[in-house]
């Protein structure tokens, strides 16, 4: 029996859980040995992968295994690693079947933090190009997957214009980038990068932004937690390391988001699309009208002639974001963000939560037919454009 309650779902957000070993299989020989450990060598979680592999390993010669496995796929003891389909192809596309979407966003997990942990940046750039590799084989196994290639902006334009034709080539539709320059970069709106928004827009390619994709920049200084407290450990993975820095998990994509505005880019390039996934949508609205604020407050002291629409109206064409499951989208969706809206299952990540749409579904009892459509098709339809399956 299929998760999905409707046919026409597409879901925003999905990953898969890379193996220790998994990058070294799209590596070059001669930055194999450079990189650094998946999940930084922690032993704990190693062996928790571990034993994940022992179990899928029982699925693939057990059929008890399978079946109670296909049973209980969206639990709790499911998820990460667990996951069915986590890391092996083939078992993705019937965790696919199981879910019943028609067509899924993928992006990295460990293999993303494990390549840019590298010391030298030759290896970082091997590692990105081994884990687009990895992401490509991953996703030919089933037409309803869109692979996220990650292209390294913070190496300057003419990089990340070589790894994006790289991707176009590879036959990517989606890509992942940063969302912060590192200290002492350009910005990637500075006019330089043009090239790269341009190849972009002519290619007809959708961006996302993720969580954890923010070249390494805390919003939340530690100096907050000098209270009597202690810095709380982070834990494996991309969720915030606590409730404070939860409230700034969207704040680097709202100040990406604004330059892309305020200085142009939207403008010169009108057909460009981006998804910014897995930061929250609570935010979205009182942002708009922050920016539309901050445009009256500061058109007539610093030249934002180019801003030719109110900055509200460049987000409602050119973004669309996903909530977290448990937030109020009833409440954004006729607030505003009707739009701009995308379901999203996080699969196999425990942050998805076990049942994301009966979550969704208990804050939309009063959303029109019309609406839930956009939210759970359209909006990603229109995200992906002409490269929807």
Not at 229 to 245: F, M, N, T, Y
Not at 346 to 355: L, R
């Amino acid at each position: 029996m299929k998760y999905a309650h409707r046919e026409d779902i597409y879901d925003a957000d999905t990953h898969m859980m890379e193996r220790p070993d998994w990058i070294y299989e799209f590596a070059d020989k001669d930055i194999r040995e450079k990189l650094e450990p998946i999940v930084e060598g922690n032993e704990e979680t190693l062996s928790m992968i571990d034993k994940a592999i022992d179990r899928f390993q029982d699925r693939q010669s057990s059929e008890e295994a399978l079946n109670q496995a296909k049973q209980e796929f969206m639990s709790w003891k499911h998820k990460g690693w667990d996951g069915l389909g986590a890391f092996d192809a083939n078992e993705r596309k019937l965790a696919n079947d199981l879910l019943g979407f028609k067509g899924h966003i993928v992006f990295p997990t460990s293999a993303f933090d494990q390549v840019l942990a590298a010391k030298e940046d030759s290896v970082i750039l091997g590692g990105v190009k081994a884990l687009n590799r990895g992401m490509a084989s991953f996703c030919e196994a089933d037409s309803r997957m869109y692979g996220a290639a990650y292209i390294p902006f913070n190496f300057g334009e003419e990089v990340a214009l070589k790894y994006l034709q790289d991707a176009i080539k590879n036959n990517f539709s989606v890509i992942l980038i940063d969302t912060i320059a590192p200290k002492g970069c350009k910005a990637f709106t500075h006019p330089d990068y043009d090239i790269v928004w341009q190849e972009v827009q002519d290619s007809d390619i959708t961006i996302t932004l993720h969580v954890g994709a923010d070249s390494g920049w805390d919003p939340v200084p530690l100096s907050f937690y000098n209270n009597a407290s202690s810095v709380p450990v982070h834990k494996e993975g991309d969720a915030p390391r606590d409730a404070l820095a939860y409230m700034g998990i969207s704040y680097n994509a709202e100040l990406f988001l604004a330059s892309m505005i305020f200085d142009g880019i939207f403008e010169r390039f009108p057909h460009l699309r981006i998804g910014v996934v897995e930061l929250g949508a609570s935010w979205i609205i009182s942002w708009m009208k922050h920016l539309d604020q901050s445009f009256r407050a500061f058109r007539r002291i610093q030249d934002l002639s180019h801003v030719k629409k109110l900055p509200s109206e460049y987000v409602q064409k050119h973004i669309k974001i996903t909530p977290f499951p448990g937030e109020d989208i009833g409440w954004l969706l006729t607030s505003g963000a009707e739009d701009l809206l995308m379901f999203a299952s996080d699969y196999p990540h425990h942050e998805g939560t076990d049942d994301p749409i009966t979550r969704f579904e208990k804050t939309m009892l009063e959303i029109d037919e019309a609406t839930k459509k956009k939210f759970y098709c359209n909006n990603f339809k229109d995200l992906l454009g002409s490269h929807i399956k």
